[in-house]
Protein backbone atom coordinates (compact mmCIF):
# COMPACT_ATOMS: atom_id res chain seq x y z
CA UNK A 1 0.00 0.00 0.00
CA UNK A 2 0.75 3.39 -0.76
CA UNK A 3 0.15 6.55 1.67
CA UNK A 4 -0.85 9.22 0.05
CA UNK A 5 -4.14 9.46 2.31
CA UNK A 6 -2.80 7.30 4.94
CA UNK A 7 -4.29 8.41 8.01
CA UNK A 8 -7.22 10.16 6.31
CA UNK A 9 -11.07 9.01 6.48
CA UNK A 10 -12.84 9.24 2.96
CA UNK A 11 -16.18 8.92 2.30
CA UNK A 12 -17.69 7.99 -1.60
CA UNK A 13 -20.72 8.84 -2.56
CA UNK A 14 -21.79 6.64 -6.05
CA UNK A 15 -18.30 4.39 -5.12
CA UNK A 16 -20.06 1.16 -5.88
CA UNK A 17 -18.96 1.28 -9.64
CA UNK A 18 -17.13 3.41 -12.75
CA UNK A 19 -15.09 5.77 -11.35
CA UNK A 20 -16.62 6.25 -8.19
CA UNK A 21 -15.75 2.06 -7.97
CA UNK A 22 -12.25 2.82 -9.10
CA UNK A 23 -11.92 5.98 -6.67
CA UNK A 24 -13.04 3.60 -4.07
CA UNK A 25 -10.31 0.68 -4.52
CA UNK A 26 -7.61 3.58 -4.90
CA UNK A 27 -8.19 5.73 -1.83
CA UNK A 28 -8.18 2.78 0.32
CA UNK A 29 -5.33 1.10 -1.42
CA UNK A 30 -3.54 4.80 -0.48
CA UNK A 31 -4.30 4.36 2.83
CA UNK A 32 -7.44 5.89 3.56
CA UNK A 33 -10.45 3.67 5.36
CA UNK A 34 -13.24 4.82 2.83
CA UNK A 35 -16.89 4.66 3.57
CA UNK A 36 -18.97 3.84 0.31
CA UNK A 37 -22.30 5.52 -0.38
CA UNK A 38 -24.18 3.99 -3.55
CA UNK A 39 -27.85 2.81 -3.83
CA UNK A 40 -26.59 0.02 -5.48
CA UNK A 41 -26.33 -2.23 -2.75
CA UNK A 42 -24.75 -5.42 -4.56
CA UNK A 43 -21.56 -3.59 -6.01
CA UNK A 44 -21.04 -1.52 -2.76
CA UNK A 45 -20.80 -4.29 -0.62
CA UNK A 46 -18.25 -6.00 -3.54
CA UNK A 47 -15.71 -3.07 -3.15
CA UNK A 48 -15.95 -3.16 0.15
CA UNK A 49 -14.88 -6.88 0.01
CA UNK A 50 -12.90 -6.00 -2.38
CA UNK A 51 -10.84 -3.75 -0.59
CA UNK A 52 -10.81 -6.15 2.78
CA UNK A 53 -9.64 -8.88 0.75
CA UNK A 54 -6.88 -6.38 -0.04
CA UNK A 55 -5.80 -5.52 3.53
CA UNK A 56 -7.65 -2.26 3.41
CA UNK A 57 -10.32 -1.33 5.39
CA UNK A 58 -14.15 -0.05 4.19
CA UNK A 59 -17.79 -0.07 4.73
CA UNK A 60 -20.69 -0.03 3.17
CA UNK A 61 -24.18 2.18 3.44
CA UNK A 62 -26.91 2.19 0.98
CA UNK A 63 -28.82 5.26 -0.03
CA UNK A 64 -30.82 7.31 -2.65
CA UNK A 65 -28.60 10.41 -2.56
CA UNK A 66 -30.72 12.88 -3.86
CA UNK A 67 -33.17 11.94 -1.10
CA UNK A 68 -32.25 13.99 2.50
CA UNK A 69 -33.40 11.32 5.32
CA UNK A 70 -31.48 8.23 3.32
CA UNK A 71 -28.06 10.73 2.96
CA UNK A 72 -28.37 11.72 6.59
CA UNK A 73 -28.65 8.04 7.90
CA UNK A 74 -26.20 6.51 5.78
CA UNK A 75 -23.55 9.44 7.09
CA UNK A 76 -24.55 8.31 10.25
CA UNK A 77 -24.03 5.09 9.44
CA UNK A 78 -20.68 5.48 7.71
CA UNK A 79 -19.29 8.01 10.71
CA UNK A 80 -20.16 5.17 13.68
CA UNK A 81 -18.12 2.44 11.85
CA UNK A 82 -15.29 4.72 10.91
CA UNK A 83 -14.86 8.23 12.56
CA UNK A 84 -15.86 11.33 11.25
CA UNK A 85 -14.71 11.78 7.54
CA UNK A 86 -11.84 14.80 6.56
CA UNK A 87 -12.22 13.73 3.14
CA UNK A 88 -15.65 14.04 0.96
CA UNK A 89 -15.65 12.70 -3.15
CA UNK A 90 -19.12 13.92 -4.18
CA UNK A 91 -18.79 11.73 -6.97
CA UNK A 92 -22.53 10.10 -7.78
CA UNK A 93 -24.08 11.31 -10.89
CA UNK A 94 -26.47 10.19 -13.76
CA UNK A 95 -27.19 11.43 -17.26
CA UNK A 96 -29.88 11.95 -19.97
CA UNK A 97 -29.92 11.96 -23.34
CA UNK A 98 -32.70 13.36 -25.74
CA UNK A 99 -33.77 16.76 -27.22
CA UNK A 100 -34.20 19.46 -24.57
CA UNK A 101 -38.34 20.03 -25.88
CA UNK A 102 -39.08 16.21 -25.24
CA UNK A 103 -37.21 16.56 -21.82
CA UNK A 104 -39.87 16.19 -18.97
CA UNK A 105 -39.82 19.03 -15.66
CA UNK A 106 -39.57 15.15 -13.78
CA UNK A 107 -36.55 14.39 -16.00
CA UNK A 108 -35.16 17.97 -15.44
CA UNK A 109 -35.79 17.15 -11.30
CA UNK A 110 -34.77 13.44 -11.24
CA UNK A 111 -31.41 14.38 -13.03
CA UNK A 112 -30.94 17.85 -10.88
CA UNK A 113 -31.60 15.97 -7.82
CA UNK A 114 -28.85 13.08 -8.04
CA UNK A 115 -25.99 15.34 -9.44
CA UNK A 116 -26.74 18.35 -7.87
CA UNK A 117 -28.85 18.06 -4.71
CA UNK A 118 -26.95 14.81 -3.87
CA UNK A 119 -23.54 17.46 -3.55
CA UNK A 120 -25.60 19.54 -1.67
CA UNK A 121 -26.46 17.09 0.96
CA UNK A 122 -23.51 14.84 1.46
CA UNK A 123 -21.64 18.35 2.43
CA UNK A 124 -24.39 19.12 4.65
CA UNK A 125 -23.87 16.16 6.16
CA UNK A 126 -19.81 15.79 6.36
CA UNK A 127 -18.74 19.33 6.33
CA UNK A 128 -19.60 20.25 10.47
CA UNK A 129 -17.58 17.46 11.26
CA UNK A 130 -14.41 18.61 8.88
CA UNK A 131 -15.13 22.16 10.73
CA UNK A 132 -15.26 20.35 14.50
CA UNK A 133 -11.97 18.87 13.55
CA UNK A 134 -10.80 21.88 11.95
CA UNK A 135 -10.33 20.96 7.93
CA UNK A 136 -10.76 18.62 5.21
CA UNK A 137 -10.77 18.19 1.84
CA UNK A 138 -13.98 17.71 -0.56
CA UNK A 139 -14.01 17.00 -4.46
CA UNK A 140 -16.90 17.02 -6.40
CA UNK A 141 -17.35 15.21 -9.77
CA UNK A 142 -18.13 17.69 -12.42
CA UNK A 143 -17.34 17.41 -16.54
CA UNK A 144 -16.58 18.62 -19.38
CA UNK A 145 -20.05 19.37 -20.12
CA UNK A 146 -20.02 22.24 -17.55
CA UNK A 147 -17.84 24.41 -20.06
CA UNK A 148 -18.36 22.26 -23.58
CA UNK A 149 -22.01 21.34 -24.07
CA UNK A 150 -22.79 18.41 -26.22
CA UNK A 151 -26.07 18.59 -28.32
CA UNK A 152 -28.80 17.06 -26.61
CA UNK A 153 -27.80 16.89 -23.29
CA UNK A 154 -29.15 20.22 -22.25
CA UNK A 155 -30.09 18.73 -18.52
CA UNK A 156 -26.83 17.06 -17.95
CA UNK A 157 -24.80 20.00 -19.09
CA UNK A 158 -26.78 22.43 -16.77
CA UNK A 159 -26.26 19.98 -13.98
CA UNK A 160 -22.67 20.32 -14.33
CA UNK A 161 -22.52 23.90 -14.70
CA UNK A 162 -24.16 24.02 -10.95
CA UNK A 163 -21.58 21.70 -10.32
CA UNK A 164 -18.60 23.54 -11.16
CA UNK A 165 -20.13 26.43 -9.43
CA UNK A 166 -20.58 24.41 -6.20
CA UNK A 167 -17.23 23.59 -5.51
CA UNK A 168 -15.96 26.87 -5.99
CA UNK A 169 -17.90 28.43 -4.02
CA UNK A 170 -17.62 26.12 -1.08
CA UNK A 171 -14.01 26.31 -1.22
CA UNK A 172 -14.73 30.47 -1.37
CA UNK A 173 -16.83 29.94 1.78
CA UNK A 174 -14.76 27.82 4.15
CA UNK A 175 -11.51 28.55 2.89
CA UNK A 176 -10.36 30.31 6.12
CA UNK A 177 -12.09 27.75 7.83
CA UNK A 178 -9.46 24.46 6.85
CA UNK A 179 -11.97 23.61 4.19
CA UNK A 180 -10.34 22.43 0.41
CA UNK A 181 -13.18 21.86 -2.11
CA UNK A 182 -12.25 21.16 -5.61
CA UNK A 183 -13.95 19.65 -9.14
CA UNK A 184 -12.64 16.90 -10.92
CA UNK A 185 -13.77 17.36 -14.41
CA UNK A 186 -13.65 14.21 -16.73
CA UNK A 187 -13.89 14.21 -20.87
CA UNK A 188 -15.78 10.76 -22.10
CA UNK A 189 -15.17 7.69 -19.97
CA UNK A 190 -14.76 4.13 -20.53
CA UNK A 191 -17.31 2.92 -17.78
CA UNK A 192 -20.78 1.56 -18.56
CA UNK A 193 -22.20 4.88 -18.14
CA UNK A 194 -19.31 6.90 -20.50
CA UNK A 195 -20.36 3.93 -23.04
CA UNK A 196 -23.57 3.86 -23.38
CA UNK A 197 -23.45 7.99 -23.79
CA UNK A 198 -21.50 7.56 -26.91
CA UNK A 199 -24.03 4.52 -27.68
CA UNK A 200 -26.94 6.79 -27.04
CA UNK A 201 -25.85 10.24 -28.54
CA UNK A 202 -24.34 8.11 -32.03
CA UNK A 203 -28.19 6.47 -32.55
CA UNK A 204 -29.54 9.95 -31.94
CA UNK A 205 -27.33 11.48 -34.66
CA UNK A 206 -24.54 13.02 -32.76
CA UNK A 207 -21.01 12.09 -34.01
CA UNK A 208 -19.64 10.22 -31.06
CA UNK A 209 -17.60 7.97 -33.06
CA UNK A 210 -13.85 6.49 -32.40
CA UNK A 211 -12.85 8.62 -34.72
CA UNK A 212 -14.69 11.71 -33.69
CA UNK A 213 -13.26 11.24 -30.04
CA UNK A 214 -9.86 10.34 -31.25
CA UNK A 215 -10.25 13.86 -33.09
CA UNK A 216 -11.51 15.38 -29.49
CA UNK A 217 -9.78 13.99 -26.59
CA UNK A 218 -7.49 11.04 -28.48
CA UNK A 219 -9.26 8.12 -27.01
CA UNK A 220 -11.70 7.05 -23.77
CA UNK A 221 -10.38 7.85 -20.66
CA UNK A 222 -10.03 5.03 -18.46
CA UNK A 223 -11.54 5.25 -14.93
CA UNK A 224 -8.49 4.53 -12.77
CA UNK A 225 -7.19 7.99 -14.11
CA UNK A 226 -10.58 10.34 -13.08
CA UNK A 227 -9.59 8.21 -9.94
CA UNK A 228 -6.17 9.05 -9.59
CA UNK A 229 -6.74 12.74 -10.49
CA UNK A 230 -9.50 12.98 -7.87
CA UNK A 231 -6.67 11.44 -5.19
CA UNK A 232 -4.54 13.96 -6.28
CA UNK A 233 -6.99 16.67 -5.25
CA UNK A 234 -8.38 14.84 -2.05
CA UNK A 235 -4.34 14.02 -1.10
CA UNK A 236 -2.19 16.94 0.76
CA UNK A 237 -0.12 16.83 -1.94
CA UNK A 238 -2.97 19.45 -3.34
CA UNK A 239 -3.20 21.23 0.08
CA UNK A 240 -2.42 24.97 -2.07
CA UNK A 241 -5.17 24.15 -4.51
CA UNK A 242 -8.76 24.86 -3.51
CA UNK A 243 -11.57 25.77 -5.99
CA UNK A 244 -10.39 24.71 -8.64
CA UNK A 245 -11.49 22.48 -12.03
CA UNK A 246 -8.91 19.64 -13.04
CA UNK A 247 -9.73 18.60 -16.52
CA UNK A 248 -8.94 14.99 -17.24
CA UNK A 249 -10.07 14.95 -20.90
CA UNK A 250 -6.55 14.81 -23.14
CA UNK A 251 -7.12 18.67 -24.54
CA UNK A 252 -11.01 18.32 -24.98
CA UNK A 253 -11.84 21.61 -23.76
CA UNK A 254 -7.85 23.22 -24.54
CA UNK A 255 -8.72 23.08 -28.27
Same mark, same amino acid.
Given at each position: MADRLKGKIAIISGGATGMGGASSLLFAAEGATVGVIDRNEEAGCAIVDQIVAAGGKAVFAAADVADAAQVNNAVAKVTSAIGQANVLFNHAGTIIIKPFLETTLKEWEWLMGINVTSMFLMTQAVLPGMLEMGGGSIVCTSSISAIAATPLETAYN??????HMFARSIAVEYRDRGIRCNAVCPGFVATPHGLREVAELQKL?????????? =??????????? =???????LASDEASFINGAHLFVDNCFTAV
Open positions: TSKGACGVDASEEALA =VQQGRLCKPEE =VANAALF
